[in-house]
Structures are given as structure tokens and as C-alpha cells.
């Protein structure tokens, strides 16, 4: 399956720079896979294709400010940081800009020498391996050093950090955040317990794949990076009841769907408290065993992010949409509107 198939054009003017002073006040495209029906909404309206029993899955991952801009202690070059991962203790999985200028060795100092990171292990396509030097708690040095990690593609400056932040964010580790989380507040989360909805969450930690695009021509090439998850008793106790009874389990995101996917498929189509690592890539073929629904926002083109809600709805009837989403100039990726896929 090529990687061309997930293409589309997108006028650059689409893409989202900021937030929206409310966060719910999106768009909200619904696209009924069964029918090839779609409908144009505004987000809130989300509460009306929810019934009481459902459960609305969401991610509690807590973007770090992890982007770090320091310099080469030898040289004085300037040099970008991004933690992706924790490895173990104060080692971290980076990318680095410009790599070539940092391999086994090399000291970068950040903040005129209150965080230092000797690099310790180099891979490919920008990959480093740190080990931080620092006096005090690494969240709190982090907190004052480190920058929220917009994508590329948002060239403006964010004035309030915590919109790149979900309200309800609580496990920290994520170098990205869960987008189609972004446009819920606590209120409307509220409005929707009190409908009888179930609302719970899972963890899962944005890493590395959400920051390099597919490389490969051919879909079954790809290679996804692993990233953390996690599944509470009382998560899992709740979404078996809800399978049992037939409600809907709807994820928000794509983060929420591979978490869901990943722990299905280890327990046949069940939940289970559990934790570990997932790599698993969903796209065209992929039978879903855990979700009936999705919300998720606007895509990249050509991205394994599109490949997923394409193995839900179809690659023909996910690109008509886009296709009706760009000729109604919705708003696209991180801080853009959004998608009910039911």
C-alpha cells in the first residue's frame, strides 16, 4: 500500500496558528462511516451523538516544557533540544538540532550552566542520548528552562502555555500533546457526566514518531517508535462494563485509540489494568476491537495519524471529507477543529 494514497492538498492558510480564545468553539465535522453521511457542528454538539452508557475515553498525559535551547560548552554553538523520552534515571532519548554538531562526548549547557547534558549514545535521523547534570528537582529546572513543544508547522508564538496543555493533563512525559483533548473544559466534561456519559481516562506519553514523518514509500514499511502507556483497574473494570452492556466506547484522539487497540488486542477484545510499551501501527486492513467511535482532529497529509482514521472510516470516504473539510475552510492540525468519526 503506497503512502501516497493517504495524500491531499491543503492550503497552508488552513493550518491553525493559535487557539481559539474558547476551547469549545471548533467546528465538529461527523462523519458516519456507515452511511458516508457527514454533518457540520459546532464541537459542543458532540454531547448529542453520545448516549448514557457510553464511555468517553480520553488521555491524562501532561505535555513537558521539553524543548531546550543551549549551547555547546567547546564552541559556544547554539544547540536545540527535545526530550522525548525518559530512559532511565536522568538519561533522556533527544532529538537534537543541528545533530552534526553533537556526538559522544559533547557537553551542552542550558541556562548559563544550571542544566548541563553530556551526551552519552548517538542514532540516527537527530538522535541523541543525554545524561543531565543539574542542582535541585529536574521538573522544576525543566519548568523554568524548557519551552512548551509546538510542531513546526506553528510558527506563532504560544502567550499562554497551558493551551498547548489539556485541562484535565495529570501523568507528565509526554513531548507532545493529545490535541483532541485540547477542546474540552472541565465544564462541558461536567455536561457530559451529567447526560450519564462515562468519562475515564487512560495514559499514553507522545514520543518520537509524532515528530517524523513517514519515510517510506510503502505503508507496511513504517516503522513506529514505542511509547508508554498506562491502564487503571477502575479504567478497565468500566469499559468492560460498558462492552457488556453494550454502550459505545468513543476515544478521543488517536493516542487514546492505540492505547485502547494495544490493550484489546493483548486481552481478546477486553481491558485490564496494565502498563508497557506500543508501537502498534494502525492502517487500512487493521480490524478494531476496542472503540466504536473516534474524535480526533485534522491531519497531515501522507501521516500514519491518517493511515488510522482511515482504517476506521475508509481511505475513500476519509479523503471526500477532507476533501469537504478544506472547501469549508475548517481549521487544521494541532490547535484546529475537529472530527467525530461514529
Not at 454502550?247 to 486481552?267: F, Q
Amino acid at each position: 500500500m503506497k503512502v501516497d494514497l493517504f495524500d491531499f492538498d491543503l492550503p497552508e492558510e488552513l493550518i491553525a496558528q493559535t487557539p481559539l480564545e474558547e476551547r469549545t468553539a471548533s467546528r465538529l465535522m461527523v462523519v458516519d462511516r456507515k452511511t458516508g453521511v457527514y454533518n457540520h457542528e459546532q464541537f459542543k454538539n458532540i454531547i448529542h451523538y453520545l448516549s448514557p452508557g457510553d464511555a468517553l475515553v480520553l488521555n491524562d498525559t501532561r505535555v513537558l516544557p521539553a524543548r531546550l535551547f543551549g549551547i555547546k560548552e567547546e564552541t559556544g554553538a547554539k544547540i536545540e533540544v527535545l526530550l522525548l523520552k525518559q530512559l532511565e534515571g536522568d538519561r533522556w532519548e533527544t532529538l537534537v538540532k543541528p545533530a552534526k554538531r553533537v556526538q559522544e562526548g559533547t557537553i551542552v549547557s542550558f541556562g548559563d550552566g544550571r542544566l548541563k547534558a553530556v551526551c552519552v549514545e548517538t542514532s540516527e535521523h537527530g538522535g541523541r542520548h543525554f545524561e543531565f547534570k543539574y542542582d535541585g528537582i529536574f521538573y522544576e529546572v525543566l519548568e523554568t528552562l524548557g519551552e512548551m513543544p509546538l510542531p513546526p508547522y506553528i510558527k506563532e508564538q504560544l502567550d499562554d502555555r497551558d493551551r498547548y496543555q489539556t485541562v484535565f493533563a495529570r501523568e507528565r512525559g509526554s513531548a507532545a500533546a493529545p490535541t483532541a483533548g485540547l477542546h474540552f473544559t472541565e465544564e462541558f466534561l461536567d455536561e457530559i457526566r451529567e447526560k450519564g456519559v462515562h468519562v475515564t481516562f487512560i495514559t499514553l506519553h507522545v514520543g518520537l514518531g509524532t515528530f517524523r514523518p513517514v519515510s517510506a514509500d510503502s505503508v507496511e514499511e513504517h516503522e513506529m517508535h514505542s511509547e508508554y502507556y498506562h491502564m487503571t483497574k477502575e479504567t478497565a473494570t468500566l469499559l468492560n462494563k460498558v462492552k457488556e452492556k453494550n454502550g459505545k466506547i468513543v476515544s478521543v484522539g488517536t493516542t487514546s485509540t492505540r492505547t485502547l487497540e494495544t490493550i484489546a488486542n493483548e486481552y481478546n477484545g477486553k481491558f485490564a489494568e496494565t502498563s508497557g510499551w506500543t508501537n502498534i501501527f494502525i492502517y487500512p486492513g487493521y480490524e478494531f476491537k476496542a472503540i466504536d467511535g473516534m474524535l480526533t482532529n485534522f491531519h497531515l497529509p501522507k501521516s500514519t495519524l491518517m493511515m488510522l482514521i482511515s482504517a476506521l472510516a475508509g481511505r475513500e470516504q476519509i479523503l471526500k471529507a477532507y476533501e469537504e473539510a478544506v472547501n469549508q475552510k475548517y481549521r487544521f492540525f494541532s490547535f484546529g477543529d475537529a472530527m467525530l468519526i461514529i
